[in-house]
């Protein structure tokens, strides 16, 4: 009987992977299967946590060394679309400086995953959007400090 079951369920388990895959795409199906760059770090340089019009809340971290990200990441509490997002948009955040990160948006995260199904785009603008935030926050924190004013 047991056995009954566990193979149901693997077959069910499969026919979503199966059918995900098909909806997604690879990419994104691959990044699902093994998010990165998830999770808070402690006293970040740049931070944001936005809400999208679907209610999915995401959150990005930045900490920069000489200039350029040394570290990101990413934590929501939305669908796996969110999830990718913003596992790519930190990735893609890694190594750039400021002036770069300004060239990640929404559709450069889209490139890079070869797309989503139209009602999943608004997680890219999201992710996007928060991480432009962080980076907002990253830069008037350094002209605070430049201008003498207490650091934030």
């Given at each position: 009987?047991?056995?009954?079951l566990?193979a149901?369920?693997?077959?069910?388990?499969?026919?979503?992977?199966?059918?995900?895959?098909?909806?997604?795409?690879?990419?994104?199906?691959?990044?699902?299967?093994?998010?990165?760059?998830?999770?808070?770090?402690?006293?970040?340089?740049?931070?944001?946590?936005?809400?999208?019009?679907?209610?999915?809340?995401?959150?990005?971290?930045?900490?920069?060394?000489?200039?350029?990200?040394?570290?990101?990441?990413?934590?929501?509490?939305?669908?796996?679309?969110?999830?990718?997002?913003?596992?790519?948009?930190?990735?893609?955040?890694?190594?750039?400086?400021?002036?770069e990160?300004?060239?990640?948006?929404?559709?450069?995260i889209?490139?890079?995953?070869?797309?989503?199904?139209?009602?999943?785009?608004?997680?890219?603008?999201?992710?996007?959007?928060?991480?432009?935030?962080?980076?907002?926050?990253?830069?008037?924190?350094?002209?605070?400090?430049?201008?003498?004013g207490?650091?934030?």
């Open positions: 009987m047991a056995s009954d566990d149901l369920v693997r077959e069910l388990q499969d026919r979503i992977n199966e059918e995900t895959r098909a909806v997604y795409g690879d990419v994104a199906f691959e990044r699902w299967q093994n998010l990165i760059h998830r999770g808070a770090i402690d006293h970040p340089d740049g931070f944001a946590r936005l809400t999208g019009t679907c209610g999915d809340t995401m959150e990005i971290y930045l900490k920069f060394k000489d200039e350029q990200v040394e570290q990101a990441s990413f934590l929501t509490d939305g669908c796996g679309a969110s999830a990718v997002c913003g596992s790519f948009a930190a990735e893609m955040a890694h190594g750039k400086t400021p002036d990160l300004v060239e990640i948006t929404a559709e450069t889209l490139q890079r995953l070869g797309g989503l199904p139209k009602e999943e785009e608004h997680c890219a603008r999201l992710a996007a959007e928060t991480l432009q935030e962080a980076l907002n926050y990253y830069m008037t924190r350094q002209r605070e400090k430049d201008s003498g207490r650091d934030a």
